[in-house]
């Protein structure tokens, strides 16, 4: 048997060379390829701010006084003007009827010592004298007046009341709050951006606000005023935008998410699955001839499924957008229709 050994290990070797010789060649990768076209991109900021009303104040007791009326009811609309309430004015009156009177005696007196003096039988002593009288009567018929119109309260503008938490009869104090009215015809949105961004705003700019309360429904505006002071704490700066609010979705005190539009441009844009990542570099295939060269490029911002790209690659170039897992450098691919054939290694 020994003299057929190495005839027998000979054959096997070439078996095994044969096998190897016969192995099928590796198929043409399958790949989908787009031109690069331009497309427009926005730099946004986002922020949380804070809605607050057009206009709101709180309307409190003056003095110290009881409450007779309230002409309001539970979050109803109040004109400008209008009497929200109306404390007692019994002591008032009577003052202001007397300080009247006075007034009236003084001025009477006042025109007989004028006719005398211009007869010679008054003095201009007497005259100044009485002159002052009459004045400082008109003063406290003015001022009781106004002790009576402090005790009507009126709406300083058209808005909405808030609930009522006093009521008829009831004493108040000074200061003690009656009601509150807003005015939510627009809407006030502040909110803070970092000093460091502060280059990408201005006025007019136009925002998107979205509300936990109405998610789907983002509220459109414009910053009507930029903080012209840096808080040193947060180095922030704060800013101020109007939202039309004409059916009063939005509230004041409501928190909302704010996107601030700063710049649009053109730039070159490829499908984020075009693009391959290698550390801090990216890069992309671009086809030449159903061959696929890796490209390294500069990337911007990521937008709807879309990768900005900043440097090296020029408008019109053809890019693989998918099937990019599947090439090496200098491959041969093959697009939808092709024939299938064996893959051409990279010289």
Known sequence: MRPFLPIILTALCLAG???????????????????????????????????????????????????????????????????????????????????????????????RIQALKARGFATGATLDQQTALAN???????????????????????????????????????????????????????????????????????????????????????????????DPATRAIRVRAILPNPDHALKPGMLLTVSVLASQRQSLAVPELAVVGDGDERFVFVLEDRTAKRVKVDTGIRQNGLVEITGGLKAGQKVVTEGVVKLTDGVTVRLAGDKPGPAKAAG
């Open 17 to 111: 060379c044969n096998g190897e010789k016969q192995q099928k060649p590796r198929a043409v990768p399958l790949v989908e390829a787009g031109p690069i076209a331009r497309v427009s991109f926005t730099d946004t900021l986002e922020a949380v701010g804070t809605a607050l009303a057009n206009e709101q104040v709180v309307l409190s007791a003056p003095v110290t006084e009881r409450i007779t009326a309230l002409n309001f009811a539970d979050g109803g609309f109040v004109a400008k003007g209008q009497v929200i309430a109306t404390l007692a004015v019994g002591q008032e009156r009577a003052e202001l009827a007397s300080a009247e009177a006075t007034a009236l005696q003084a001025s009477q007196q006042l025109q």
């Open 136 to 230: 400082s009567a008109r003063a406290n018929a003015d001022l009781a007046r106004a002790s009576i119109g402090d005790r009507v309260i009126r709406a300083p503008f058209a808005g909405w009341v808030s609930l009522r938490t006093v009521s008829p009869g009831a004493i108040v104090t000074a200061g003690t709050a009656i009601a509150t009215v807003s005015d939510i015809s627009r809407i006030k949105l502040d909110f803070t951006i970092p000093e460091t961004r502060l280059s990408l705003l201005r006025e007019g700019m136009p925002i998107k606000a979205v509300s936990a309360a109405w998610p789907d429904r983002p509220f459109a505006g414009m910053i009507a005023t930029i903080d012209p002071v840096i």
